[in-house]
Every structure is written in structure tokens, then in C-alpha cells.
Nanobody, 125 residues
Framework: QVQLVESGGGLVQAGGSLRLACAPSIRTFTVYTMAWFRQAPGKEREFVAGIIWRYSNTRHADSVRGRFTISRDNAKNSVYLQMNGLKPEDTAIYYC??????????????????WGQGTQVTVSS
């Protein structure tokens, strides 16, 4: 069973930055797309950003474009989410997800095969 291990969440003041990281539990894990989703209390899980592993094509949600950047490191077999200019409305549990089939950069959560356990990001005003 493949697991996605996340790290980097925490508490930050508005305007601050955090960097989330996600790595699969086994190095030979082959993915097509990796993505970050988030879920705030009382809200549905929403797409934040995605990256096609082989080509580094990226997609960011309108709500985070220009502030968040998704990237990946082949050598470390990891994907990152650099979050700058954080706002209180960014407060949520952030989840890493992986799709193992060629699906492009979908925002639908049901396309993804594997999920991390989630990491809490809290932005204070």
C-alpha cells in the first residue's frame, strides 16, 4: 500500500509563508499527476494546484494563483507547495494526492488514486 507522507503545515500570521512537502512512501512509486487539495471546516474539499510529473505542467486554482506555487523534485521524489501571502481564508487541512493514470491536471478529487493524511495550515489575522 502506497502512502503519501506530508509535512510543513503549521500556524502563520496573515501575509506569511509556508512550504508543504509530500513524498510517497516508496521511491519507485510512479505517478502521472500530483496535486494539492484543501478542506476547510464545513466546506467541501477543493483543488489547489496540480503538476504533471514528467513534464512539470502545472495548474493553480484561481483563488491561489500568484500566491502559491506547486513544484516537484525528481531526485527527492517529492512535490512541494510554496504558499506566500497567506490569508485567513487559506486556513484548512491540506492534502497531497496522486494519480497513476494519464488524466491531465484534473480538479476532481475522485480521479486521484492515493491521498496523504493531511496537514493543518492555520493563518491568523
Amino acid at each position: 500500500q502506497v502512502q503519501l507522507v506530508e509535512s510543513g503545515g503549521g500556524l502563520v500570521q496573515a501575509g506569511g509563508s509556508l512550504r508543504l512537502a509530500c513524498a510517497p512512501s516508496i521511491r519507485t512509486f510512479t505517478v502521472y499527476t500530483m496535486a494539492w487539495f484543501r478542506q476547510a471546516p464545513g466546506k467541501e474539499r477543493e483543488f489547489v494546484a496540480g503538476i504533471i510529473w514528467r513534464y512539470s505542467n502545472t495548474r493553480h486554482a484561481d483563488s491561489v494563483r500568484g500566491r502559491f506555487t506547486i513544484s516537484r523534485d525528481n531526485a527527492k521524489n517529492s512535490v512541494y507547495l510554496q504558499m506566500n501571502g497567506l490569508k485567513p481564508e487559506d486556513t484548512a487541512i491540506y492534502y497531497c494526492a496522486a494519480a497513476t493514470k494519464p488524466t491531465g491536471l484534473p480538479s476532481r478529487s475522485d480521479v486521484y488514486d492515493y491521498w496523504g493524511q493531511g496537514t493543518q495550515v492555520t493563518v491568523s489575522s
